[in-house]
């Protein structure tokens, strides 16, 4: 089996923390550029966003919600990233995952509702899993690139989705692509009315902490670790490398599949299509900001959360585009993985706030 | 459905409009991967090539200048790939997704900042296939060939200068020398991370020309996210040749023939099920087709200096 060389940014915790804050912040002050080229005010619109996300009540409830979806696909990644593979399908595993959920939510009747939302919750989790890893079959036993295999089956899952959603399962009255909507019984319940936050988030950190606790305190996550680190040394102390990875990837795929259900049983109530606006992609920035960590990728997919909800309501009212988001996801990623492009920066900055002061220091002195 | 001959020549000549694209990114995938560097940035390399020639055009009202820009522009992107890559040592693969991510978010953007649209641009001029009237009466050749544009040409000259360079010249046999085994490049004096900046930018060029193909060769518009996937079939295609501009070649028309099956489907099967064929062909060639095949034995490495 042949894995690519990656190196982690190292996952001492201090130092990631650093590395992902500057990481931020370099991405949100480019991110001023756009906002300047859309004529507005970057300070302004960055008051309006975080005011809005985090003053009110439904700005917050909306930055949870918005935050869901990426918590799952953030989770997907970073897990996968331990064996040191690319899960770039999150995508699709989202897609199959929220068809499975609305099969089961529409098509399954007469059972309690904690036993039909776990049942859709369960489909969702299998199908994503099967379908990820198909894909860690093919990259262990014949070194298929997983990224290529995953970006490939993301369309076709999502053509194919976007096929049942506007054929078979189709209700007659609707004019746009979706299923019927699923049964109560199967509706998660929403934590605060009238907004889109629903128990999912409550799922999702379940998720995290238990995905956390097996990389922290078990066997098997310490097996991930090895293999991740070193394959060869994990081949030598016996550990069969191509079963953990397949495990690995598996379950990256069950997870963002169940951020699929979270979409289909808590937000819209039925599959509709083209329901993502790119969680899946968005989930790789989120775990880099979080360096890889599960429990980490909570706090960072908030950050992005506060970040969409305030640019979505921000884009109503002016031309500053949602896509800012999308750039300033992209930026992340980019200082996360180069840590030295990070270094560098901070060291312009330093040679600058430098001469400022050396300029500045003149002034002062005559001032007093 | 009765096949005429009419049916299969149209087929063929569509065939080939469809493998342009592909032809002109995997050629561009060669130059990166005999350098060593993995040519997943491709997608983004073309869809910014696809939406910089619409401006071009647009700015301009000349197709030349917007195809100039268009390429530009893809080496814009690629520059960012190497600079990342090369010179801060991040993963291949995860510099390329970076170029990808950054085409699909940035190209929205600007379609609002410079058209004012979401969605598609307004239209510009582009090249019009031209008409070679000898060309178009000439049996069999002139229906397939009298329909494709100058692009068509200048990618099939494309190839053969490739070919050239990277196989029968000086400069292509220390590429390739540089993608196999940089450390005794770096020995024997090679800059290694000059070949590498080098293959990169003109895997961008190519690219870049590819989109400019899309948008300004098969429509006179750019829309969102139009290149749909195309690059990464690029690098498959770029694989299954064996990273050898004739291997694109024929690997781009194999594709281009099923992406041209879709239009004669299309009246049969519902749209969503045709438009899955050239995922699940590449899918089945990731499995079935790459066996024996190898990327550069440096793909990836680094040199101090």
């Known amino acids: 089996m042949k894995t690519p060389k990656i190196k982690l940014p190292s996952i001492r915790s201090r130092n990631s923390l650093v590395t992902s804050f500057l990481a931020l912040i370099f991405s949100l002050l480019l991110g001023m550029v756009v906002i300047l080229i859309s004529g507005y005010s970057p300070i302004e619109s960055y008051k309006a966003i975080f005011g809005f996300s985090l003053s009110t009540v439904k700005g917050f409830a909306l930055s949870l919600s918005q935050a869901t979806p990426l918590m799952f696909t953030g989770i997907a990644f970073a897990l996968a990233y331990r064996v040191r593979l690319i899960n770039t399908g999150a995508e699709g595993q989202l897609f199959i995952g929220a068809m499975a959920a609305a099969l089961v939510g529409v098509y399954v009747h007469n059972l309690p509702g904690l036993a039909h939302v776990s049942l859709a919750l369960l489909a969702a989790f299998v199908s994503g899993g099967i379908v990820a890893g198909l894909v860690a079959i093919a990259r262990v036993y014949t070194g298929s690139n997983e990224i290529i295999l995953t970006l490939m089956l993301n369309q076709i899952i999502i053509f194919f989705t976007s096929y049942l959603a506007n054929g078979p399962l189709k209700p007659p009255s609707s004019g746009v692509g979706q299923t019927e909507r699923i049964l109560e019984s199967a509706q998660l319940p929403r934590l605060i009315p009238q907004t889109q936050l629903t128990s999912a988030l409550f799922l999702v950190i379940a998720v995290a902490i238990i995905i956390q606790f097996i990389l922290d305190k078990t066997v098997f996550g310490y097996e991930i670790k090895v293999t991740g680190q070193n394959l060869r040394a994990a081949q030598v102390a016996g550990i069969n490398t191509s079963r953990v990875s397949i495990i690995t990837f598996s379950l990256s795929g069950a997870v963002a599949g169940l951020g699929g259900a979270a979409m289909v049983l808590g937000v819209n109530y039925r599959f509709v299509e083209g329901f993502s606006p790119g969680y899946g992609f968005a989930g790789i920035s989120i775990a880099a900001l979080a360096a890889y960590s599960p429990l980490g990728v909570i706090p960072s997919a908030l950050l992005i959360g506060i970040l969409r909800a305030g640019t979505i309501t921000l884009s109503r009212t002016t031309s500053i585009p949602v896509e800012l988001v999308d750039l300033i996801q992209v930026l992340v990623i980019i200082f996360v993985a180069a840590p030295k492009l990070t270094q560098s920066v901070v060291k312009i900055f330093n040679s600058l706030t430098h001469k400022f002061l050396k300029n500045a220091e003149p002034v002062g002195g005559e001032n007093s | ?305």
């Open chain 2, 1 to 305: 459905m009765t096949i005429t001959l009419e049916l299969i020549l149209s087929i063929l000549a569509s065939t080939l409009r469809r493998s342009v694209p592909l032809l002109l990114a995997s050629m561009g995938g060669c130059f990166s991967m005999r350098s060593g560097v993995v040519d997943l940035g491709l997608e983004g390399m073309m869809l910014s090539g696809a939406f910089f020639a619409v401006l071009g055009s647009h700015v301009s009202g000349n197709v030349w200048v917007g195809l100039l820009t268009g390429v530009i522009f893809g080496m814009i992107f690629a520059l960012l790939h190497a600079v990342l890559h090369v010179n801060y040592k991040v993963n291949g693969s995860i510099s390329g997704m970076v170029i990808n991510l950054m085409a699909a978010a940035l190209t929205p953007l600007l379609l609002n900042e410079v058209f004012g649209m979401s969605g598609k641009s307004s239209t510009v001029s582009n090249f019009n296939t031209p008409n070679i009237e000898w060309l178009k009466g000439v049996p069999f050749i002139g229906p397939i060939l009298g329909g494709q544009n100058i692009l068509f040409y200048i990618s099939i000259a494309l190839v053969i200068i490739s070919w050239i360079f990277l196989y029968r010249s000086k400069f292509g046999l220390r590429l390739r020398m540089v993608g196999e085994n940089p450390e005794a490049a770096s020995a024997v004096g090679l800059n290694v991370k000059a070949y590498k900046y080098f293959g990169v930018l003109v895997s961008g060029a190519y690219a870049g020309l590819g989109g400019v193909y899309l948008s300004l060769g098969q429509m006179n518009l750019f829309v969102e996210n139009m290149t749909a996937g195309r690059g990464y079939i690029a690098v498959v295609i770029n694989a299954f040749g064996r990273y050898n501009p004739a291997g694109s070649l024929i690997g781009s028309i194999f594709f281009g023939f099923f992406d041209s099956l879709q239009t004669i489907f299309q009246s049969y099967f519902p749209s969503q099920l045709v438009m899955m064929t050239p995922y699940i062909v590449t899918v089945l060639i990731i499995l079935f087709g790459l066996k024996g095949g190898r990327s550069p034995a440096g793909t990836g490495k680094h040199v101090e200096s």
